[in-house]
Nanobody
Framework: QVQLVESGGGLVQAGGSRRLSCVVS????????LEWHRQAPGKQRELVAT???????NYAASVQGRFSIPGDSPKNTEYLQMNNLKPEDSAVYYC??????????????WGQGTQVTVSS
């Protein structure tokens, strides 16, 4: 029903920036929460950023002041702006949304992930 596609990953030098995109498609009445998670090999998946339908955002301490969810994205799209990247930011980044479809059924969907690699 609802599909999420992440893009924008790739190679970036330490100290550089990268912008990830999450495009949400399908039958959607509203999105309650959109989250960005990341997972590095051998490590647990980590919640790094959250935006709610009231516009409020929250960020993990490890990315505070460096990552943000900009407010200028097109419809059905959210960005994760990553600045001052560090090698420890290297991971697969996933988009996750919770919301309601036109039948007022709740959905909870994950994207396939996009790889971000930060080199020294």
């Amino acid at each position: 029903q609802v599909q999420l596609v992440e893009s924008g990953g790739g190679l970036v030098q330490a100290g550089g920036s990268r912008r990830l995109s999450c495009v949400v498609s399908g039958r959607i009445l509203s999105i309650r929460v959109l989250e960005w998670h990341r997972q590095a090999p051998g490590k647990q998946r980590e919640l790094v950023a959250t935006i709610k339908n009231d516009g409020s955002t929250n960020y993990a301490a490890s990315v505070q002041g460096r990552f943000s969810i900009p407010g200028d994205s097109p419809k059905n799209t959210e960005y994760l702006q990553m600045n001052n990247l560090k090698p420890e930011d290297s991971a697969v980044y996933y988009c996750h949304v919770q919301g309601v479809d036109p039948g007022v059924y709740e959905f909870d969907e994950w994207g396939q992930g996009t790889q971000v690699t930060v080199s020294s």
